[in-house]
Structure formats: structure tokens, C-alpha cells
């Protein structure tokens, strides 16, 4: 006896369709964001009373450890470093890199956060938060896996395209709408501000979020991030551990491969997005009192 099955047919004579879940996902993303964001708008959080800090402050460090914690126990059920482990202690190395990225944004965070008084320069935020180790291992770890997820989706639908660029291009828009939920709601509810922006911005509540300016930005690190975590030569070796074996001339053990990472991470990133940052605003921005 042969059994049909109309629904898996129908599902197979139209591959393109949509799925109800392909449907409603953006419509309760729309509904969250604009929740978050009207909460956000009428919490009347300020930098000098932020609303909900300390919850803030408290999750995403435990989000970190706890990427940092499946991260380890994959290495270890692997035998070598797993690539979640190695994106979160690059990502996190990169912490001491934003203090200056705010000095060029005008970034100014609350000091009801816990922070640290060192490395204070003429180029610096005047408030530096111990909780950006972990908002840098939980943002851009998350960030990162997005990306190689764009990937691996651009590669089984257009095989024949080039997936790094249609990647970094689809990234863009779901980058920005992220931020824009994200950061929105963190300046309206206090956590920090946009002293000064280039181009438009957006009021919540008491703080300022410019619409162009850091976000696209960020664009040229997500495009090198996109090949970066996916290219693979001939013999299946990513960037890290070739430019790791370039540097030794052997191949790289599991500390040499973590040091490109760090090492990859920290000057990529510096030299897409906070160099510009800071050069945009030695140029042409204005001197405030409130980010020196």
C-alpha cells in the first residue's frame, strides 16, 4: 500500500512558501521591540538614576559565564577548543577596546555601574563599566553565530553567490534592527547616552539614539567577521589557525590557535570600528563637558 501525504507534497511543490513560523517570527519581534521600547521611553531612567541597573548588570555577566561554561564543556568533550569558547575569550579580550569606541561615539554610561578607574587617557570615556568584559563576550559571541547562521543560509539557498557578501548584506538589516531594540531601550532606560550624535537620532525617554551613525559603521567588521568564521582552503584550515601556523611554521597547538583569535579579534576590530570612530570625531566633532 501507498501512503500519500498531501501536506509534506503540497510543502515540497512549493519550497518557497513560508511557513507560519516564517510568518510570525517578525511579528513578535515588532511586538517585543515595540513593548521594550514604549516601556523603555516612559521608565524616566536617567544616567543618574538608570532603571532596572543592577538586574542588567547582574544577567548579561551571567550570560557570559554561561557561554563561557558550554564553551569549556565542549572543548573538553572534543579534546581541543571548540569555536563557542574561542569566540567568547577573543570577543572578551577585546573589552579594554570600548572606552575609546565611546570616546568617539560620545558614549556616556551611568557610574551607578560597577567600574574601574584605570587606563583613563585624553581619548577615553570618562565611565568605564566592568561589566563591558562580559556585554563584549555576550554581544558579539552572539553576533558572530548569527553571522556563520547567515552563512550556512545564503550557501543552501543561492549556492552559486558569493555567501561572505550576500551574508554581510543580510546581516546589516538584522543588525540594525537589533541594536536599535537593544540600545533604544538601554538609553531610555538610563543606562547610557548619546551625548552628542552625527546625522539623525532617535529621543526615548531622556536619552538620545542615533539611527546611522556608529551602527553602519560597524558594517566593514561584520562583512571581515562573516569570511573570517566561515572560510575554509583546501585542507579545511580557517584564518585563525593559518595565520597561526604562518607565524610559527608548524602547525598550531590549541594556545597558538586562542592567540590568533585574540590577537585577529582585537586589531580587526580596532582598526574597523574604533579607529574610525575616534578619527570621525577628532575631525569634526565638537568639544563637550560631559565626555572630555
Known amino acids: 500500500m501507498t501512503v500519500t501525504n498531501p501536506a509534506g507534497a503540497n510543502r515540497m511543490a512549493h519550497p518557497d512558501r513560508m511557513s507560519a513560523k516564517q510568518v510570525l517570527a517578525p511579528i513578535v519581534f515588532l511586538a517585543i521591540a515595540a513593548g521594550l521600547l514604549t516601556y523603555s521611553a516612559n521608565s524616566g531612567g536617567s544616567l543618574v538614576a538608570p532603571v532596572g541597573f543592577r538586574v542588567y548588570e547582574i544577567g548579561i555577566t551571567l550570560v557570559a559565564v554561561g557561554f563561557l561554561a558550554t564553551g569549556i564543556w565542549q572543548s573538553v568533550r ?3 577548543l571548540r569555536p563557542l569558547l574561542l569566540m567568547a575569550v577573543a570577543t572578551g579580550s577585546a573589552f579594554w577596546q570600548e572606552t575609546y569606541g565611546d570616546w568617539g561615539a560620545y558614549c556616556l554610561y551611568s557610574d551607578r555601574f560597577l567600574t574601574y578607574d584605570w587606563g583613563h587617557t585624553a581619548w577615553t570615556a570618562p565611565v568605564q563599566c566592568w561589566w563591558f568584559i562580559a556585554g563584549y563576550v555576550v554581544f558579539y559571541t552572539t553576533l558572530f553565530q548569527s553571522l556563520i547562521v547567515a552563512v550556512d543560509f545564503v550557501r543552501s539557498r543561492w549556492p552559486h553567490g558569493n555567501p561572505y557578501l550576500v551574508a554581510a548584506l543580510l546581516s546589516l538589516p538584522i543588525f540594525y534592527a537589533f541594536d536599535l531594540v537593544f540600545e533604544g531601550t538601554t538609553v531610555g532606560l538610563g543606562f547610557w547616552n548619546y551625548e552628542h550624535v552625527f546625522g539623525p537620532a532617535l529621543t526615548i525617554g531622556n536619552g538620545t539614539f542615533p539611527l546611522m551613525w556608529p551602527i553602519v559603521e560597524q558594517v566593514p567588521f561584520m562583512a571581515i567577521a562573516a569570511f573570517g568564521l566561515t572560510w575554509r582552503n583546501d585542507r579545511g584550515e580557517d584564518v585563525f589557525g593559518l ?5 610559527l611554521r608548524r602547525t598550531p597547538g590549541q594556545l597558538a590557535i586562542l592567540t590568533s583569535w585574540i590577537v585577529i579579534i582585537n586589531v580587526t576590530f580596532l582598526a574597523t570600528t ?9 575631525v569634526a566633532g565638537p568639544a563637550i563637558a560631559t565626555v572630555p
Do not use: D, E, K, S
Open 78 to 80: 572534543a579534546g581541543q
Open 243 to 247: 595565520a597561526a601556523g604562518r607565524v
Open 274 to 282: 574604533i579607529i574610525p570612530l575616534m578619527l570621525l570625531r577628532w
